[in-house]
């Protein structure tokens, strides 16, 4: 069932995530098809912080490994991470790598990890991009 979902969003979601990679990052090229789907929570808040998890629906082949990337558009400091090494890079970037013991990725398969970090606002990045490709939101 949550295949079939993805699928079908997958078609009215793709014209407005690429045109809004687009707008938002010129360097990210536009997907060929797409790949991942992505839900994003907030899972707490608190004054100047938030924690955060991001769930990813693998609907490719098996993944070795893999990189995610996105934005904050306001400042942000990550505090400390699960199941992912972060590591952030200018004008607001983020980048997440695998630990070794959560690979492979089975396709059809979902992982996950999360952060804790100082900011003024939780925003939900609107670009989210997987091994290249860019991420559907908010449905898994």
């Known amino acids: 069932m949550r295949a079939r979902l993805c699928k079908t969003l997958v078609a009215a979601v793709t014209a407005a995530v690429t045109v809004l ?3 938002v990052s010129p ?3 536009a997907p060929t098809t797409q790949r991942f789907a992505c839900k ?3 899972t707490g808040k608190w004054p100047n ?3 955060a998890d991001l769930f990813i629906y693998n609907n490719g ?3 070795s490994t893999w990189t995610v990337r996105w934005w904050f558009a306001d400042p942000t400091q990550v505090t400390s991470t699960w199941y992912a090494k972060i590591t ?3 004008a607001g970037s983020v980048t997440a790598t695998p630990l070794a013991f959560f690979l492979p990725v089975d396709a059809n398969e979902t992982f996950s990890f999360g952060w804790s970090a100082i900011a003024a606002t939780t925003e939900v990045p609107k670009l989210i991009v997987v ?3 860019l991420c559907d939101q908010p449905t898994i």
């Open 27 to 29: 360097a990210v090229a």
């Open 40 to 42: 994003y929570l907030i």
């Open 61 to 63: 082949p098996a993944l």
């Open 49 to 51: 912080g938030f924690r």
């Open 21 to 23: 990679a687009l707008a």
């Open 131 to 133: 091994n290249g490709f």
């Open 88 to 90: 952030q890079g200018p």
